[in-house]
């Protein structure tokens, strides 16, 4: 059991650059991929089920779309084009195989059968594998129609063109649904709009910060940091209580109104119940105002994922569980060689350990922070 060394294969994700041999003007990596990819399969579930009446397993396209680029750690990013070259294919997708399999022992065995699914089934032949494929695409094509209105290399409205016109041949109901709907350049655009732009928030304001950090990677751990105690708890320790899709949808999506409000110094917002309970209202409208963009008939779903995302049940307690492991997290990386967050640290962890005795933050304190904490003391990720 090397649950650790899987929390550690998490934070490396935002260490893979994507488009980085084209020097784009926003900077991606494997997690910013991989938190909007899982933000784009809430809404096409939504889509799926709304629009089209198809029923389907929307914690297995959430998974997957968030955890099935984990094996990027091994493998570096590898260019679309040499991963269907003819003469290193076979090699490429061996090792790929080979290597998420070994991503998915590092876990416990009670959680190994789901994350099988979600790391090594990803992109396979049933709907929901055609699906992550699409939406893996469909966020290629975001990412390149930014770049191609605010960045000066022409690759990327070539690129845009090429996968705008690879979606439009799609024989998913959901994807041509949500093409259209994006060509409008309205509502559900300005939507997908503030998702994209969820890395350019960045966080720590005010901190001496060697390790970069954003919105949008700081979302990849959070959710994945709930769907791993989501899992713990209901597959080791048999709390069923919570609706699991739930957790991970509110962790996915729980910050995405401040690409509107910006990243507001946590001591500053807390600073009397004055304030909090002003931001706290704020935040609320600044959410709904997102909501709003979409249709109707996705209003109250998106209300319950991104305006309640710290609702008062298990569900909302457990995202603001993982939102504080990671900042635990954050400042224990900083701390190695950045002695101003040891203070951080320590206040994070207090408050922590006086607040919380659910079993997954016990078995995070107990196992995984000490694991994190070896590889930081030895230099190790």
């Known amino acids: 059991m090397k649950n650790g060394k899987f929390t550690s294969t998490i934070i490396r994700m935002q260490y893979v650059p994507r488009w980085s041999e084209y020097a784009p003007r ?6 910013s991929h991989s938190f909007r990819c899982a933000a784009l399969s ?3 579930a939504a889509i799926e089920e709304h629009v089209g009446g198809n029923p389907i397993d929307k914690l297995k396209l959430l998974g997957r779309c968030l955890w099935g680029d984990l094996k990027n750690t091994g493998t570096g990013s590898i260019k679309y084009v040499t991963k269907k070259e003819t003469l290193v294919m076979n090699h490429i997708r061996r090792f790929e195989q080979e290597l998420s399999r070994e991503i998915v022992s590092y876990l416990s065995k009670s959680l190994q059968p789901a994350a099988a699914d979600f790391i090594v089934d990803a992109q396979d032949d049933t709907h929901v594998g055609r699906l992550v494929e699409a939406i893996d695409t469909f966020d290629a094509m975001l990412f390149c129609h930014r770049e191609a209105k605010y960045g000066s290399n022409p690759f ?17 109901q959901s994807i041509e649904w949500l093409l259209r709907e994006y060509d409008k350049g309205e509502g559900v655009a300005a939507f997908l709009g503030y998702i994209v732009d969820l890395d350019t928030v960045k966080r720590w304001n005010g901190s001496y910060n060697l390790v970069p950090d954003n919105d949008a990677t700081h979302s990849f751990r959070v959710a994945s940091l709930a769907l791993f105690n989501g899992l713990l708890e209901r597959e080791r320790f048999g709390h069923a209580d919570f609706d699991l899709y739930e957790l991970v949808a509110k962790a996915v999506l729980h910050d995405l109104p401040e690409v509107l ?7 500053f917002k807390h600073n009397n119940e004055e304030i909090k309970l002003a931001f706290a209202q704020y935040e ?9 963009l979409l249709p109707a008939v996705f209003h109250r779903k998106m209300t319950r994922y991104i305006v309640d995302s710290k609702s008062d049940d298990y569900a909302g307690e457990m995202v603001d569980i993982a939102d504080k492991l990671d900042a635990l997290i954050k400042a224990g990386l900083e701390m190695r060689n950045n002695p101003h967050y040891a203070e951080t640290y320590y206040q994070q962890l207090v408050k922590i350990q006086h607040r919380y005795e659910n079993p997954c933050v016990i078995f995070f304190l107990a196992y995984i922070l000490h694991d994190l904490t070896y590889s930081n003391l030895i230099g190790q990720q």
Do not use: H, M, P
């Open 261 to 267: 409000s910006g990243d507001v110094v946590t001591n």
């Open 284 to 292: 609320k409208e600044t959410a709904a105002t997102i909501v709003n």
């Open 42 to 44: 809430i809404f096409i």
């Open 26 to 31: 926003f900077e991606d990596n494997a997690a």
């Open 156 to 172: 990327f409205l070539g690129k845009y063109e090429e996968l705008r016109q690879l979606l439009s041949g799609s024989n998913l």
